[in-house]
């Protein structure tokens, strides 16, 4: 099965980013740890900082790949556009974040991008992104 994890803006500064709510591993250390949880599975990973290339890559891999998972970071938020992109595509999507979004300001509690979702896994840390590749396994 083939899988893709596509990351939103700042997560590319995980590990030196606020490192009491997104912890002190960057994604590159966490994803070489999860690929070896998955051994049979093909799992890639993409970032952007930019709304456009989320989308790009949303419609890139979304009739082929039997799984997305998205962490849109503040895009979550803020998004119609990545929302839609994510009801356009075939291939299923759920939703991820590394905090608690519930737990934070209230800005962080509306999501766009949800009710398009096969379902949202957050406030498990890093491990929300294990979590989601087992809920499709
Ligand atoms: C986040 C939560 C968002 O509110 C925030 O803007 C992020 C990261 C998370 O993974 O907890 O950048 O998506």
Redesign the pocket.
Request: aromatic letters at 4%; proline letters at 5%.
């Given at each position: 099965m083939n899988f893709l994890i596509i990351n939103?803006?700042?997560?590319n500064l995980l590990g030196k980013r606020e490192p009491n709510?997104?912890g002190d591993s960057s994604f590159e250390s966490y994803f070489e740890k999860l690929k070896e949880n998955f051994p049979n599975t093909k799992l890639s990973y993409y970032q952007s900082n930019i709304e456009g290339e989320i989308i790009n890559k949303l419609h890139e891999v979304g009739f082929d790949y039997d799984g997305i998972i998205l962490?849109?970071?503040?895009y979550?938020?803020t998004s119609i556009a990545i929302a839609d992109a994510v009801k356009a595509i075939k291939t299923p999507v759920v939703e991820?974040?590394?905090?608690n979004?519930h737990g934070?300001e209230e800005f962080?509690h509306k999501s766009f991008i949800a009710k398009n979702a096969k379902g949202v896994i957050?406030g498990f840390g890093l491990d929300?992104y294990k979590l989601a590749i087992q809920s499709f396994l």
């Open positions: 939103g803006p700042n997560l709510i997104y962490n849109a970071a503040a979550t938020h991820v974040h590394i905090s979004t934070r962080r957050l929300s």
